[in-house]
């Protein structure tokens, strides 16, 4: 069963370009969370989506961020006319049911990421 | 706001020493809190999980508690090894229960 896969690993971009990373769960994961990791930074939540839906955004940017879970295909998460601050690493995590389950009982699963440099 | 601290930073220990990683967090509402190890580099690796209704956890030699009244959660690690070594994230769930909220981390070297 593989796990939470993120593509491209390393991504490049110059300022003003967009930049879009994709994200496939694991089988069977029909939640998706997307963060962000600055330097020297912890982790910052961006978006809760379920199949088809945004759940919880409040971590989102409200401008050149976007994010969506088409009912078939990865996840994506959009950045237009990307800034340097917009630098760092994009994590994406999956689970089976919502965090806020009684019975949740299962690990939120990482993917290793996507490195956005904008020169 | 929603706050997770961890103590200490950082922390360097030679090889065997037992250690205790500390989280504490503002709000006492959650669902569940789990610790994550991360190495230079990667993505997470999830150690334990302990749901709102436990109070510990155990894997191996690491053990997590809970203490929902008091705001605290602790990642004890018996007779650390090299290849311990890595950056230990805390989390909890937020009030709404639709993410995790993150510390910043400890980040542990234990040296041979």
């Known amino acids: 069963n593989a796990g939470v896969m993120q593509n491209p690993r390393h991504l490049v971009r110059r300022r003003g370009q967009e930049a879009r990373l994709r994200c496939s769960p694991m089988?069977?994961?029909?939640?998706v969370y997307w963060y962000r990791q600055l330097p020297e930074e912890g982790l910052k939540f961006m978006v809760y989506?379920?199949?088809?839906?945004?759940?919880?955004e409040s971590g989102m940017p409200k401008e050149r961020f976007s994010a969506e879970f088409p009912k078939e295909g990865p996840s994506i998460l959009r950045i237009q006319q990307v800034v340097r601050g917009d630098s760092a690493a994009y994590f994406c995590?999956?689970?089976?049911?919502?965090?806020?389950?009684?019975?949740?009982?299962?690990?939120?699963?990482f993917g290793n990421g996507t490195r956005l440099t904008v020169t | 706001k929603q706050e997770v601290t961890q103590i200490p930073a950082a922390l360097s220990v030679p090889e065997g020493e037992n250690l205790v990683l500390n989280c504490s967090f503002t709000?006492?509402?959650?669902?569940?809190l789990q610790w994550f190890r991360q190495d230079p580099g990667k993505g997470l690796t999830s150690l334990l999980l302990?749901?709102?209704?436990?109070r510990e956890q155990t894997s191996g030699r690491l053990n997590a508690s809970l203490d929902k009244s008091s705001g605290r959660s602790t990642l004890y690690i018996a007779a650390s090894q090299p290849g311990d070594s890595a950056t230990y994230l805390c989390?909890?769930?937020?009030?709404?229960?639709?993410?995790?909220?993150f510390g910043k981390g400890t980040t542990l070297s234990v040296s041979s």
């Open positions: 995590a999956s689970s089976p049911q919502p965090l806020e389950s009684r019975s949740y009982n299962s690990p939120l699963h």
């Open positions: 089988k069977g994961h029909s939640h």
């Open positions: 989506l379920q199949k088809e839906n945004i759940i919880d």
């Open positions: 709000d006492s509402a959650i669902y569940n």
């Open positions: 302990i749901q709102s209704s436990q």
């Open positions: 989390a909890k769930t937020n009030q709404a229960g639709t993410a995790l909220i």
